[in-house]
C-alpha cells in the first residue's frame, strides 16, 4: 500500500477514495482484499471526483452507492455527519441535478408566497394578481325563446375567451379614466362561444338550435368591487357567426348582450348576460310576398346563467 486513506465504499468490492493516488489493497469489515482494477469515477457515480477500485472480494457488507437524488443526497449528509470522514468532506459533491431542485424549490416557494398573499387580498376583480393576457373559460345555463316562432328552449353556452386587463394599479387610478372605461372597458379581448338549445315544447317546428359565433370582451371592473359590468362598445359592437337549427339550413346571426360577472372567490365568478340575437332568413315569406324578397330575419331572446373561472 502507498499510504492510508480514508475510502468510501460504493458496493461490497468496490471502494471510492479522492483524487487520483492508486493503491495496493482496501480493508472493510469482512477484512482486505488486494486491488484488482481502478479509474475515475464522478458524481453521482460517486461521493465526488476521484478513483474507483475494484478489489479481488467482497469485503464490505453495504448496499451499491445510490445514483438517484434523494438517496445521493441522503447518503452524502451521512458522510458529512461523521466525524471520522472529516478528511472526505472537501471532495464531497452535490448531486448533479441540485442545482435544477434547489431551482425549482424556490420557484415553488415564491408561488407559494404569491398564492398566499392573493388569498389574503380583498375579494374584487381589480388586483395586480390578474394583471396581463389570460384564458377565460365559462359555462352557462340558458333560457331562451323565439320572437315570432315562439317556444321555450333551455341549454348552455360554453366561451374560451382570451383577454388582456389593464394593470391594477392602472384601474385603481380615478382621474382621466372614467371616459374610457366608460366607452372600452379594462378588460379588453375576444371570446369564442358555442350555445345550443333545445325545445321544451311539442311544436315541430325548431326542436334544437346550435350557434357558434366570435364575440368581443370589452368589460369594465367597477372600481374595488366584485362586479364586473359591460361597456358602452362591449354592447354596442355584437357576436358575429352561424347558427343552425333542426328544420332550416345554416344561416348567420348577429347577437347583442349585457354580462355582469361577480366574484365570489378568487378563482370563481358568477356570470348573468341577457342576449338578443338577429337572425337572418329564419322565417318563411307569406304566400302573397313578392317574388325574389328575402325571407324575413327572426329574433332571439336568451338569459344565461353560469359560472366562470377568471
Do not use: K
Not at 315562439?150 to 382570451?162: C, D
Not at 383577454?163 to 372597458?185: M, Q, S, W
Amino acid at each position: 500500500m502507498t499510504g492510508e486513506s480514508p475510502a468510501v465504499w460504493l458496493g461490497s468490492d468496490r471502494v471510492w477514495t479522492p483524487g487520483g493516488s492508486s493503491f495496493l489493497s482496501a480493508c472493510g469489515a469482512g477484512g482486505c482484499a488486494p486491488v484488482i482494477a481502478s479509474g475515475l469515477c464522478e458524481a453521482p457515480s460517486c461521493p465526488g471526483r476521484g478513483g474507483v477500485h475494484r478489489v479481488a472480494r467482497g469485503v464490505a457488507p453495504v448496499s451499491d452507492w445510490p445514483t438517484d437524488y434523494d438517496g445521493f443526497t441522503r447518503e452524502r449528509e451521512a458522510l458529512i455527519a461523521d466525524p471520522e470522514l472529516v478528511a472526505l468532506r472537501p471532495h464531497l459533491v452535490t448531486h448533479p441535478e441540485h442545482a435544477a431542485r434547489q431551482a425549482e424549490a424556490a420557484r415553488s416557494r415564491a408561488a407559494e408566497e404569491r398564492e398566499q398573499r392573493r388569498r389574503a387580498e380583498d375579494l374584487r376583480w381589480v388586483s395586480r394578481h390578474r394583471d396581463g393576457d389570460r384564458l377565460e373559460l365559462a359555462l352557462s345555463a340558458d333560457l331562451a325563446t323565439l320572437a315570432e316562432l315562439g317556444g321555450s328552449f333551455a341549454g348552455g353556452t360554453a366561451s374560451v375567451g382570451y383577454v388582456a386587463v389593464l394593470p391594477a394599479r392602472d384601474a385603481d387610478e380615478d382621474g382621466g379614466h372614467f371616459l374610457p372605461t366608460f366607452l372600452f372597458g379594462d378588460v379588453l379581448g375576444v371570446a369564442l362561444r358555442v350555445h345550443a338549445l333545445a325545445r321544451l315544447d311539442d311544436a315541430p317546428a325548431a326542436r334544437w338550435i346550435t350557434a357558434i359565433g366570435l364575440a368581443p370582451v370589452l368589460e369594465n371592473r367597477f372600481e374595488d368591487s366584485v362586479v364586473r359590468m359591460p361597456t358602452f362598445w362591449g354592447t354596442a359592437v355584437p357576436e358575429v357567426g352561424a347558427i343552425l337549427r333542426s328544420d332550416t339550413d345554416v344561416t348567420w346571426y348577429v347577437a347583442w348582450d349585457a354580462p355582469f360577472s361577480f366574484l365570489v372567490d378568487h378563482d370563481l365568478a358568477i356570470d348573468v348576460a341577457a342576449r338578443v340575437f338577429l337572425i337572418d332568413e329564419w322565417l318563411e315569406l307569406p304566400d302573397d310576398a313578392e317574388e325574389g324578397q328575402d325571407d324575413p330575419a327572426e329574433v332571439l331572446l336568451m338569459l344565461s346563467v353560469g359560472a366562470r373561472l377568471p
